[in-house]
């Protein structure tokens, strides 16, 4: 796997890491790869395998784009990746920095990354079904959500996302609607939300008798 | 033996040798008469032992003791006579004979007369009266002495001495002439035969008493016997020297012998006589200086024609003796002495033929033996050839001619590598050439050149034999005369080779060098050339820029252009300033050779050194014709090594000399392409203007080279030049309207960049036009192009709109600004019909706009003064009733535009129709995707 975009003073850091933590680098090798049935979204944070190391180290980086240090949390990911490269989430967070900026190619290729690590982590194509939506590629946008939410039903952001998509950019408003209403099971109590569903229970009913009756007059 | 026979002997032989030493050579004036006139001399003999003294004082005192015993007594007087004469002979041997008392013989032959008076019987008398004889003969009284031999051959013939006896007799005879006598004395004792001693001796008196006698035919046969005891199995030498084997007397004697049997055979019949002798006698081994010293006296005498049959007569009866040749020869010098031209000529002749080197002579006669013999056949052939050359020569004759030359080629086929036969071969040569036989005087001259090691005449005779080639050259047809031509340069060279130093060699080589070059033979030529040129000490100017014209041309023939122009430059220092146009001719020959070289340089793909030859044709011949081309071709081929910089310094040098070239057009495109290919956009888009505004290029090319011009001004940023380019596409080009509306375009676009509104506004109008003029041609493109100018058009027309504001009295205003509304959304109307996706959302956002606005306008609007609090709320309530349908047309436009989403419109008009959607309709449009602020799964 390669570092996908990182900035000269990254690859200068990287390199004196290298030269410096060459044990570390030795120690960390078995955590490359994870079992099967530890991986996937939502998976527990506290996991056993994750090294208590890249696990504060990934931690302290999140707490900074938390914080809303970007600089100081791409630095801290980048870092992290040099250590860790087989966390895809490290990858989502970089992306996530990216996209602030509207570089869509880095973005892109951060993603292509975490995804290229895990095909299906949820999170990852969550943000790829963004930065397609932002480019008007919604149907490469919805595939990436439905995916999300194929391999990660309980991923509630992906239903929310994928019913913004099919109302406003895809003109599907029941599609639309079934989204919207899976959020709210898996989300639950989003009183706005709530508003839009009825707002589309309604448009689709009218339209819904709209059709009947286009039906009726032909 | 006794002393008395050796001094007798002695004196004998003093005889012959006195008359020897006088007569060692034959002189004219010797004669039979001068033999007889030799004196008698007697030569001292040996000492006497003193014992001889005292014996004979013994046997006095004996005599005086024993008186009376006669045998014992007469004994003793003969020893004592004998001792007394011996004791008198040493006294003479001691002393000078002439001193001698005569009487001390006298007591000798007292003494022996006594013994013979006194013992008459004594046995020993014959040795007494020998003994006597000699006393007598001694002291001088010969007829004594005569006497007593004549007793003592009569009384005692069987004595030993009697051989002696007989020749002492024949000698006092023949002094005293009495030759009768003395030839039968001579015989008796040649009769004897080679056993006494006194046999030569007498064979030789013999044949002089009977030549005396004049029986020269009776003479012979004791001299031949002589001879053949004296020379017989001896080898003679020839010539003076023929006798050297011999000691000095013996040489004397036969020499002699020789001179009587010459004049011998004169007084008979010559050599007649000579063959009929030995036809008799037998042909002795010497019998060739037999007739030679019969011929040489004749010789002697004058009588030519006797000698020389005297000679011929041996040769002619024994031809292939080795000595014959001698004597021919001997034949050709009496004639010659004898003054007969004719008989001379003839007699070598003779002599050639006879003995030629392929005669059967030389069968029997080695050459090495008989080296005199060559050297007389040279001799005579030298003769014969150069006495019918100077006929030849004196008179003109054919026949002297191929008579001289017959003679040369006989010394030639005798004589092949003799060292002399070069030279006579040059002669051959040079009678065949004065006899105008060119062909053969050619092959003559050659193998006198060539054949012979070098000699003095070596390098004249190739000389000549190129003269002769041309001679002979003169007299072929066509067709003998290119192989006889080709023979000649051949032979030309080979004399050039071989004689250097000749001072024709250079000519020479230059003139085959010419005949090479005008054949075609341009290999040879070239090679000749050079050897010309080559020469030391060189060859003069005239040749050598001959030599340099041959080789110059030569090569360029050849296709040799470096060696060829190196070669004019040769030819050029030679040729005189003076000679104008031969100097023009070689200037334009070496700049010809240069272009050349640049030629193949090029076709074998080496562009730098094809560059090079064509430019330094300037340098090197500045007003050369080809020089234009050249630095043309020099051009081309520094665009093909993408030498741009390069190129394009050419071009412009050549554009500047040769301003009205007809390669001026394609100058200009390579100069084009070479300013384009080395960044220089701007000196490029000039030459394609060039390209454009020229009235050889086609249409086509020139409204391209426009349009390259354009894109080059505009890479090169230089407005102003690019929009005088595009106008004059947009003039000129109306046709196609795809490249037309393009250029209105890119105007468009320049006056944009110029903040020139009036024109830009002018330049969009012209888009709009151009399109919808395009009839058949109109496309897309075309449309899009119209599309974006009429939106463009249509920003003033909003700008003014949104400009107009609301104010009392709103009735005018609202007039004012509705106005302006219905022109505006005209022209969006307008542009929205194109159908261009992105003019269309553009334009239904703009519409939208202008719906939204007026509505927003309407309600900020400046409220009517003076109204209360009710009637104020009853006119929003009216002005909201008014404006809802307006905000209601705005909407349904923004969402018009929203829609296209889902066909995949999603550009900056469709982004922003939602932005309004969102702010006018937040309930439903306000929705924005939600994702983590921060993923805090590590996977």
Redesign the interface.
Known sequence: MSLPCFSDRVRSLARSLICIGALLVCGCASTGS?PDGQ?????D?A?SD?PPR??AL??QA?SF??AGDFTEAELRFEQFLLQFP?????Y??LA?IYARDGGEAATRSALDAALA??PE?A?AL??L??LH?R??R?HDAEAAYLKAVTVSPEYA?AH??L???N?????RLDAALEHFKQYQELAGGDRQVE??IA?LKRRVAADRRAANLADGQS | MNRSGTVLATIAAAVTLSASAETEKWHAKDTIESLESRRVEIDPGGSIPNSAALARDNYRAFLDLVSDDPDLRAEAMRRLGDLELEAIEARQLGENIESLAPHGYDDAVELYRELLAAYPDYRRNDTVLYQLARGYETGGRTDEALVVLNELAGRYPDTPMIDEVQFRRGEMLFLRKQYDDAEAAYRAAAGFGASSRFFEQSLYKLGWTRFKLAAHKESLEPFFALLDRKIGGVELLDGDKRLEGLGRAERELVEDTFRVLSISFSYMDGAASIGDFMEAYGQPEYAHVIYMNLGDLYLEKQRYVDAARTYEAFVGQDPLHPKAPLLQVEVIEAYRQGGFPSLVLEAKKNFVDRYGMTGVFWVRNPRSQNTAVVAHVKANLTDLAQHYHALAQLGGKQVDYREAARWYRKYLAFFPEDPDSASTNFLLAEILFESRDFENATKEYERTAYFYPVHGKSSEAGYAALLAYREHERTLDEHARIAWHRDYLDSGLRFADAFPEHPESGAVLTSVAEDLFSQGDFDLAIAVGRAVVAKQPPVDDTLARTAWTVIAHAEFDMHNFADAEVAYYELQSRTPGSDAQARAEVRDRIASSIYKQGEIARDAGDLEAAVTHFTRIADAVPESGIRQTAEYDAAAALINLEAWDRASAVLEEFRGNYPDSEFADDVTQKLAVSYVKSGQSVAAAREFERIAFSGTNTAAVRREALWTASTLYEEAGLIVDEQRVLDAIVARYPDPIAESIEARFRLLGIAEAMGDHAQREQRLRDIVQADSQAGTQRSDRTRFLAATASIELAEPVRQRFEGLKLTQPLDESVRIKRQAMEEVIEVYTRAAEYGVASVTTAATYHLAEVYRTFSADLMASERPHGLDDLALEQYELLLEEQTFPIEEQAIELYKAN??R??G?V?DEWVKRS?LRLAEMMP???A?????????????
Do not use: M
């Open positions: 994870l991986r996937g979204a939502g998976g944070p996991a994750v890249a696990r990934f931690d999140a784009l938390a087989d966390y895809p989430g490290a989502v967070n996530l690590i895990d982590f999170p969550n943000q079904g963004l939506r480019h008007g919604f952001l929310y996302n019913g913004v998509l109302e406003l950019y895809l003109q508003k839009w707002d | 929203t829609d989403a889902a995949g999603y939602f309930a439903r449009y929705k924005t995707e939600r994702s983590e602020d921060v993923v805090t799964v590590l996977f």
